[in-house]
């Protein structure tokens, strides 16, 4: 098992990664369990797969699972699911000392870590991945939000779970569209920070979305190791290391607002398309080799994700796009800065980028390809 801290001071938590955590989840959470019933937030399709093995494990250590079962997708991420969900904790009697086990991918882990923060003012949470992107980047970390009608994740919470489970079986159930989506914030960890990963990853992606277990656990902890030392310099994005995170998200965030926050476009294939649109721009701007800005494209392309705009088939323009971007939740007295890139594996944050540029350079990429 390989586990990774995350060194928050009073608030130190571990991520497990390990095939057969779920199976065996309640010797994981058991020092976090005050009372017999156990509240577990998932969703459709998360409960054909783990509601079983995850109800038998408590069930045999003298525990009662109480679910409580989202509809599938990105709309969960709204007022009307929190606010059932938040009923639902109150009428399970959950109190500040217990924990709530949020079993899914980033959907249910992003609003049952919201819902966990409000209820009673705060109570526990465990975090029980089950996809890629989830186990890589949003259950660490303790960024938890809702969408609302003006865009993405603009309302929310930083509230950090006690336990993250990323149990590499969970990987096995997913299709390769959602594997591809994953992927692309494994990409990001080595674009934004760290070169020789991102050589890896060229060499190693293919075959780690094909199931090359080793692969997948290297590609995970080595994910997750470089979110929680990012996480603990910067928890609250406050100093500027943790907004390296955000490569490929502003303008990721404009195209799911475009299409709809949809299965049009995954959120992962969202920020692989925003990865690329992120480095094209840089080198626009000079700071970006066109040979690197080409090889960030050629990898995502590789690994079977959207690398250009113009396949998505919007009937929208670039004004369209930066005119998402005003609402992004990182703007800062009307400017919005942007993680633009120096090399691969250097990410800075851009605080000088004007969205009528931004415009312009849209306009051309959703022409091209």
Known sequence: MAVISVALAGREYDIRIEAGLLANVAVHCQPYLRKQRV???????VAQHWRDPVAASLEAAGFEPRWHILPAGEKAKSWTELAHTVDWLIGEEVERGDHILALGGGVVGDLTGFAASMVKRGCG????????????????????????????????????????LADLNALDT??????????????????????????????????????????REKAVAKS?????????????????????????????HAL????????????????????????????????????????VTAAVRAAGLPSEISG????????????????????????????????IGAAFLDRDVSLDDVAEFLDGQLKQG
């Open 125 to 164: 949470f465990i975090q029980l991945p089950t996809t890629l992107l989830a186990q890589v980047d949003s259950s660490v970390g303790g960024k938890t939000a809702i969408n609302t009608s003006a865009g993405k994740n603009l309302v929310g919470a930083f509230y950090q779970p006690s336990l993250v």
């Open 256 to 295: 799911e607002a475009e299409t709809g926050f949809s299965d049009r476009l995954l959120h992962g294939e969202a920020v692989a398309l925003g990865m690329v649109l992120a480095a094209r721009y840089s080198a626009r701007r000079g700071l970006l080799s066109e040979g690197d800005a080409a090889r």
């Open 224 to 252: 997750v190791a470089a979110k929680a030392r990012i996480v603990a310099e910067d928890e609250r994005e406050t100093t500027g290391a943790r907004a390296m995170l955000n490569l490929g998200h502003t303008f990721g």
């Open 312 to 343: 998505l088939q919007m009937t929208c323009t670039g004004q369209t796009l930066a005119d998402h971007m005003l609402h992004d939740k990182k703007m800062d007295a009307g400017t919005l800065p942007f993680i633009l890139l120096r090399n």
């Open 39 to 45: 509240p577990i937030v998932t969703d459709e399709n």
């Open 174 to 215: 997913l299709s390769i569209r959602e594997l591809r989506a994953g992927y692309a914030e494994v990409l990001k960890y080595g674009v934004l920070g760290d070169a020789a990963f991102f050589d890896w990853c060229e060499q190693n992606g293919e075959a780690m979305i094909a199931g090359d277990r080793t692969l």
